[in-house]
């Protein structure tokens, strides 16, 4: 259907209202409220032992639950692409779980499972304590991010298809060497794309954190829960709109590595695609015609 213009520029319109109050109005307000004091008193903000401590906190979270969330994605996604079993479907609906579940109740049971009281509350006995400490924190951001590389690798594995793994294997590569040299380099910018979201979700989790962190600052405080604690506990409205002000720019660049990766994505993925679907080329019927006898 095709809009006449003056319904367009009304469709335009309300997107950039409804934008604008949501996301344009709170980020200058953020950014104003941050530097009105002047620059100096926003580095002296984020420069505290417990600001460094929680940015050096949520770096530590990130760098943990990426690499396990890319393994574990990686192999859920081959298997829910490439394998035939019972329990595919389940399998699916759970990784999908965090998308549907509230992180308060992702925080509630992991207290319940790893808690002193819990199913694994041995562990707090040999010296090992799991909720309210970096264990806990690292397994409930685990669980939020954990959909994000499988459902990004999937449609990239959907779509190159099987061939050339099934050529490899023909001629005599092991799985692992078919993995390496031909599904990883097909699925990099699916896989890279994932990593990012992994990234982004893991900087800004608060719910399921909250609930398993001791919140001790310089501790076991995130960003997130920085923030938190001086607008609520603290009063420190300027401390917490610096430390809110360094969790954004972290975002604003995740954000602007998802835009240049979203834009090189297809034309990538568009080039792993196998040799054997792309079209044969067309014969040239000069070639076919018989030469005339000298």
Do not use: C
Not at 7 to 29: D, F, G, M, N
Not at 164 to 178: F, K, M, N, P, V
């Amino acid at each position: 259907m095709k809009l006449s213009t003056p319904s367009r520029i009304a469709l335009r319109t309300i997107a950039l209202l409804y934008l604008t109050v949501l996301l344009a109005v709170p980020i200058v307000t953020i950014l104003w409220r941050t530097f009105e004091p002047g620059l100096a008193t926003f580095w002296a903000s984020i420069r505290t032992p417990a600001a460094i401590s929680a940015f050096n906190l949520s770096l530590l979270i990130v760098a943990i639950t990426v690499p396990i969330n890319v393994v574990f994605g990686v192999v859920t996604a081959l298997a829910l692409v490439r394998g035939r079993f019972p329990g595919r479907r389940l399998l699916s609906g759970i990784v999908d779980l965090p998308f549907a579940v509230s992180p308060i109740v992702v925080g509630v049971s992991l207290i319940m499972l790893w808690g002193v009281h819990g199913w694994f509350g041995g562990l707090a006995n040999l010296g090992i304590q799991v909720i309210f400490g970096l264990p806990g924190m690292v397994i409930a951001t685990i669980f939020v991010t954990l959909p994000f590389v499988v459902r990004e690798v999937e449609p990239v594995l959907h779509e190159i298809g099987t061939e050339q793994e099934q050529a490899a294997a023909t001629l005599g590569a092991s799985r692992w060497q078919t993995f390496a040299r031909i599904t990883l380099p097909a699925i990099r910018w699916g896989l890279t794309y994932g990593i990012v979201l992994t990234v982004a979700r893991a900087l800004g989790e608060f719910g399921a954190v909250i609930m398993v962190s001791a919140g001790f600052p310089g501790v076991s405080q995130t960003l997130t829960l920085l923030v938190h604690s001086r607008y609520m506990d603290d009063h420190n409205v300027h401390g917490a709109y610096s430390a809110a002000t360094l969790l954004m720019f972290l975002a604003i660049v995740t954000l602007l590595l998802m835009t240049v990766l979203d834009r090189k994505r297809p034309a990538a993925q568009s080039a792993a695609l196998p040799a054997t679907i792309a079209p044969a080329p067309t014969p040239d019927p000069a070639e076919d015609t018989p030469r005339s006898a000298a």
